[in-house]
Structures are given as C-alpha cells and as structure tokens.
C-alpha cells in the first residue's frame, strides 16, 4: 500500500444538513482528514509483525515477552476539528459498530435505563432514577414476596388472549 | 534537659524503626505470584502530524509535528517497591515513549513555516507493577497492604530544553484556530456527541474509590506518581518582522 487517505465531504463549517439540501445540486468539496503517504520509495507506509508463542519452550521466544508486536508507521497526517471529531467518533463507536456487533443494539440500553442504572438524560441534563439506590434491595424483597404469595394463594385460571389455544394445528 | 530530650527522641526514633522493620520482615521473601512477562511493543511512528486549522479550506495551518516516536516495553526484576525492604526485588514492566526532535510551527498564508519551538526531545518511561492474582482488588486486596508495597504507576517524562517564539500573528493565528475548535458549532447536531455510557460498575469503582480515601487518608499511598524533568524553557517574543524583543527564561538550576 503507497497510501491511505480519508477525505471528508460535509463542507464542514458550513456543513450540508442532508435533510434540507438536494444531493444532486449540492456540491461536495473534497477535504484530506487523514493521510497516511509513503515518502520513500519502495518502503511500504505501514509494517505491521505480531508474533504470539504458542509454548514457552519456543525456541524463537525471547526472554522476558509472551508475545511482540513491531508496528512502522509512515508520515500520518491527521487535521482536526474539533466538531467534525466529535462527530465521527459519536457516528462509528455509538451508531455504526454497535448495530454490527449486536443484532439488537438498544436492548442492552433499554434494559439498563429500566433499571435506572444509567441517567435518563434530558435536554442535557443526566437524571438518575432516586429508586435505583435501593432497587436491588426492593427487587429482592419484592421476588421474596411474591413467593410467599404465590405459595398461599391459587391463581385464577383465566384465559389468555395472547396464547393460541393448543388445539390449533 | 535538652540532651535528655535529645536521647529520648532518638530512642524513641530508633524503636520506631525497629518496629517498621520488624512488621517489613513478615513481607521478606514473599511469593508475589506475579507474571513474569510483558507484550513486547516495538513501535515507530515517524513524523506523525497533527494540524489545526482556523477555516480548513484556508492553506495556513497550525503542525505540530510528534517527530520520531519509538514505543518499546520491556520487563524486569527491581528493587524499590517494598518499602521497608530495599532489596526485596518485583517484577516490573517499563514502558517507554522516546519522541525526537518534536516540534510545533505555523505555515503561513505564503507558504513559509513560522517555527514556533525549537526541535526539543521528550523521553517517557511508564514502570507498572507487573500483573499478580493478589492484587485483583488493587488497593483493597485483603492479601497485601499498600502501605509496605507501593503498586502505584511510575511515570518519568524528560524533556530537553524548550525555546519558544511567538509573534503577534502567530498568537492570533492560534486564537482564531481555537475559535473554530472550541466555540463553533455548525447548529446540525441538537443533543450532545455521546462519548461514554457510563455504568453501574463505574459508579461501583467510583465509591471503591471513595473507600481507598478514606482508608489510607493522610497515609504516603500513591496511585500515580508523576514526575516531570524540564531542564530550562525559554519564551522569546519577535516583532513581524523577526527582530528580537524580550524572553523569559525559566531554569532549573
């Protein structure tokens, strides 16, 4: 690889809202955000050796290491701002990779703004749940109960809506 | 009277020690179970640039040039953190970040560089207490005490000497750089940028945290300690013109 270059085409400071601006008449400036160049010929811009031992009687294995890593990096040249970084790091750790990893990427969140073990936040301010602080007592205590209930007490046999009934198919 | 005094508080002093050394000993040749390995980093970064730009469709630009970047990391076996033994050894990692001839300059609107620093070197070495089952807990592992072991990160960072030069443009070059990194906002993005989803295991941390305070409250117990070595640094101020017109030198004589 002679080069590795990202360019960026928001036209950022006065970046294009792409809810209100036609694609097709906008125009796009091209500007280089990262830039990774080889300046010397027949060198390429990166070199990357990781060497991992399967046994410690490995006679390549050097004393003192479990593994070694050799990372060479050419002449990178990153231009920062600090909005548009914001951005892109808001866009590919928070919205891109999660969906990829996870096929149900809210799930997890949901689940723990339920239990308010993250703050809400609104308008910008982060609201913890005054419940959360002694949830763990009150859930425990709540299953325990219900136990106990459920033990002297016969549920009423009602019908569901939801379940098909089991002679169907 | 004062010779009594004298006498009693050197006894005093000498009991006291005496002591220390005999709780230390308990400590003499302890088995710490640490690894006694390190991932071998050798990486070189070379020149890597980082620019700021007042309006980036502007050719101006303010570099700061990282220059030479050399990551290595090694293991060893050091004395120095068992603090009342001198010549317990434990196994430690040195990470160190060995930057050469960084800089930090502005290209003009007419393509010449305003150096803004001289080439100055910066040497980091980063020393951690190598990895043990024991210290799971960190400072509250019930098996080891803080107070006779120090687990604390090391960093050491070494400069060479800094010349710096401003001149009125290049303040304000600086100025409306920040006005483009700090104040502005393009107005397409309404809630906050998210940059971490903190959890119940942070909060958890965050009053371990608060328990190691007030355990080893106005004890010598560090977590980090850092210590920077800046031999002399010098800020000259120019004319437009680049004469001369005064420098502040701060030395560490």
């Given at each position: 690889m002679?080069?590795?270059?990202?360019?960026d085409?928001?036209n950022?400071?006065?970046t294009?809202?792409?809810?209100?601006?036609?694609?097709?008449?906008?125009t796009?400036?091209?500007?280089?955000?990262?830039?990774?160049?080889?300046?010397?010929?027949?060198?390429?811009?990166?070199?990357?050796?990781?060497?991992?031992?399967?046994?410690?009687?490995?006679?390549?294995?050097?004393?003192?290491?479990d593994?070694?890593?050799k990372?060479?990096?050419?002449?990178?040249r990153?231009?920062?701002?600090?909005?548009?970084?914001f951005?892109?790091?808001?866009y590919?750790?928070?919205?891109?990779?999660?969906p990829?990893?996870?096929?149900?990427?809210?799930?997890?969140?949901?689940?723990?703004?339920?239990?308010?073990?993250?703050?809400k936040?609104?308008?910008?301010?982060?609201?913890?749940?005054?419940?959360?602080e002694?949830?763990?007592?009150v859930?425990?205590?709540?299953?325990?109960?219900?136990?106990?209930?459920a033990k002297?007490?016969?549920?009423?046999s009602?019908?569901?809506?939801?379940k098909?009934?089991?002679?169907?198919? | 009277?004062?010779?009594?005094?004298d006498?009693?508080?050197?006894?005093?002093?000498?009991?006291?020690?005496?002591?220390?050394?005999?709780?230390?000993l308990?400590?003499l040749g302890f088995?710490?179970?640490q690894?006694?390995?390190?991932?071998g980093?050798?990486?070189?970064?070379?020149n890597?640039?980082?620019?700021?730009?007042?309006?980036?469709?502007?050719?101006?630009?303010?570099?700061?040039?990282l220059?030479?970047?050399?990551?290595?990391?090694?293991?060893?076996?050091r004395?120095?953190?068992?603090l009342?033994?001198?010549?317990?050894?434990?196994?430690?990692t040195t990470?160190?970040?060995?930057?050469?001839?960084m800089g930090?300059r502005?290209?003009?609107?007419?393509?010449?560089?305003?150096?803004?620093?001289?080439?100055y070197?910066?040497?980091?070495?980063?020393?951690?207490?190598n990895?043990?089952?024991?210290?799971?807990q960190?400072f509250?592992?019930p098996?080891i005490?803080p107070?006779?072991l120090?687990?604390?990160?090391?960093?050491?960072?070494?400069?060479?000497?800094?010349?710096?030069?401003?001149?009125?443009?290049?303040y304000?070059?600086?100025?409306?750089?920040?006005?483009?990194n700090?104040?502005y906002?393009d107005?397409?993005?309404?809630?906050?940028?998210?940059?971490?989803?903190?959890?119940?295991?942070?909060?958890d941390?965050?009053?371990?945290?608060e328990?190691?305070v007030?355990k080893?409250?106005?004890?010598?117990?560090?977590?980090?300690k850092?210590?920077?070595?800046?031999?002399?640094?010098?800020?000259?101020?120019?004319?437009?013109?680049?004469?001369?017109m005064?420098?502040?030198v701060?030395?560490?004589?």
């Amino acid at each position: 690889m002679q080069s590795f270059l990202i360019f960026d085409h928001t036209n950022y400071p006065k970046t294009l809202n792409p809810a209100s601006i036609s694609h097709q008449e906008a125009t796009y400036p091209s500007r280089e955000i990262l830039g990774v160049r080889n300046k010397l010929k027949g060198k390429p811009v990166m070199e990357l050796e990781c060497i991992m031992y399967w046994e410690d009687t490995c006679p390549l294995k050097k004393e003192g290491f479990d593994k070694n890593i050799k990372v060479v990096l050419r002449s990178l040249r990153l231009l920062h701002m600090q909005e548009y970084m914001f951005r892109l790091n808001d866009y590919f750790f928070y919205q891109l990779m999660p969906p990829l990893s996870d096929s149900n990427p809210f799930k997890w969140l949901n689940e723990r703004l339920d239990k308010g073990e993250i703050p809400k936040i609104v308008d910008g301010v982060a609201h913890f749940d005054e419940k959360h602080e002694h949830s763990e007592n009150v859930t425990s205590r709540e299953e325990e109960e219900k136990k106990e209930n459920a033990k002297h007490i016969q549920p009423q046999s009602e019908p569901s809506l939801l379940k098909p009934p089991s002679n169907i198919g | 009277m004062r010779l009594l005094e004298d006498k009693q508080r050197k006894e005093e002093e000498q009991n006291r020690q005496e002591q220390i050394k005999q709780k230390a000993l308990k400590w003499l040749g302890f088995d710490l179970k640490q690894s006694t390995t390190c991932t071998g980093l050798d990486i070189t970064l070379e020149n890597p640039l980082i620019i700021f730009k007042d309006r980036p469709h502007l050719p101006s630009e303010l570099q700061f040039d990282l220059g030479i970047i050399h990551i290595t990391s090694h293991t060893e076996m050091r004395t120095g953190r068992w603090l009342n033994l001198p010549d317990q050894l434990a196994y430690e990692t040195t990470m160190e970040i060995d930057c050469k001839q960084m800089g930090i300059r502005i290209l003009e609107e007419s393509g010449q560089l305003f150096h803004m620093t001289s080439p100055y070197d910066l040497n980091i070495k980063f020393d951690k207490l190598n990895y043990t089952p024991l210290l799971s807990q960190s400072f509250l592992s019930p098996q080891i005490d803080p107070r006779e072991l120090d687990i604390g990160y090391k960093i050491l960072m070494k400069y060479t000497p800094v010349k710096m030069f401003f001149k009125q443009s290049a303040y304000r070059y600086m100025l409306r750089c920040m006005d483009l990194n700090l104040n502005y906002s393009d107005g397409l993005h309404n809630s906050q940028y998210m940059f971490y989803v903190w959890t119940k295991e942070d909060a958890d941390n965050l009053y371990k945290e608060e328990d190691v305070v007030n355990k080893f409250k106005g004890q010598e117990v560090y977590k980090m300690k850092v210590q920077q070595n800046f031999p002399s640094m010098s800020v000259t101020t120019l004319h437009e013109d680049g004469s001369f017109m005064a420098e502040l030198v701060l030395c560490n004589c």
